[in-house]
């Protein structure tokens, strides 16, 4: 029997490099794309240029480990065209697509902005990447998927596209412009669930709650702030995914639009589950 194939976006470090790992070790092939190829590139976080640790090289080399396949494929969320491409690539590749993780999110300029701060090519910049890329990679692998046997398409919410904030965006909270282009995200899996409703496709949308990455570090969010809103890992989230990848979603688990994937984690025990970046067989 082939290998499954999956696409994730954004895995050159946290939540999709931890994915792609987790998902080599039950057997799938992975196509990763990021901005960040080899380690030491630098790139806009948070507005500002900086490398940080992580790359699809060393993505790929953790699954290797795993005894999985990695095809890197380096694009940025904001080059529609690189991603399609590397979306025609992954199929050309591995001749088939299970599994599309929409990961990836804008990190540049415009995130922590007041909404009266935000400007108009920020807004833009962060609509392409966290709605039109991801809409990109739908329309490349919807139709591979149903000409196969069926998939799983997972978008990446969030938390603060559903509710208001605490504070001001530059103090702690969160503005307009991302938890706006996380919501117009989050109305896809539904359109998508009632328009292909025979297609063999599982669409879901997941939100992570609070995870410790490397971005959020470079921000100067430390653990002991993150320990104020009950942090999960990349790891726990990327077996929430891989679990999803082997079975279908409880019904109870789908009372709202997003599955949440801590609470997920918390009933299915995968809290603790290990980091598996370097990870030796």
């Known amino acids: 029997m082939t290998a499954k194939v999956a696409f994730i976006s954004g895995a050159s470090r946290g939540i999709g490099a931890e994915t792609a790992v987790a998902l080599a070790k039950i057997g799938y092939r992975v196509a990763i794309t990021a901005r960040t ?22 993505t790929a080399d953790a699954v290797a480990a795993a005894g999985g396949e990695a095809l890197c494929l380096a694009a940025d969320i904001l080059d529609e065209e690189a991603i399609t491409a590397a979306a025609r690539a992954t199929l050309e590749h591995f001749g088939r697509i299970d599994l599309l993780f929409n990961n990836a999110i804008y990190q540049g300029a415009g995130n922590q902005e007041r ?3 935000v400007n108009k090519q920020q807004l833009l910049d962060i609509y392409q990447g ?20 069926g998939g799983l398409i997972i978008n990446m ?9 605490h504070a001001p965006a530059d103090r702690g909270g969160w503005g307009f412009a991302y938890p706006s282009s996380k919501a117009a995200l ?61 079975h279908q979603a409880r019904e109870e688990w ?21 980091s598996l970046l370097g990870a030796k067989t």
């Open 37 to 58: 190829l080899k380690e030491g590139e630098s790139h806009d976080h948070l507005g500002r240029q900086a490398p940080l640790p992580g790359s699809l090289e060393a």
């Open 115 to 117: 909404l009266l701060q």
């Open 130 to 149: 966290n709605v039109f890329t991801p809409l990109a990679l739908v329309r490349e692998f919807v139709p591979a998927m149903e000409a196969g046997a």
């Open 157 to 165: 919410l969030s938390f603060t596209a559903f509710n208001d904030p």
């Open 186 to 246: 989050g109305r896809m899996a539904g359109a998508l669930r009632v328009e292909h409703p025979d297609s063999g496709i599982r669409f879901h949308n997941m939100e992570p709650g609070t995870v410790h990455t490397e971005v959020m570090q470079a921000a100067g969010i430390d653990a002991e702030v993150l320990a104020r809103f009950k942090p999960c890992t990349p790891a726990a989230i990327a077996a929430v995914v891989a679990w999803l990848a082997q």
């Open 254 to 274: 789908q009372t709202g639009p997003v599955l949440h994937a801590p609470a997920i984690a918390r009933e299915l025990d995968l809290l603790q589950a290990p």
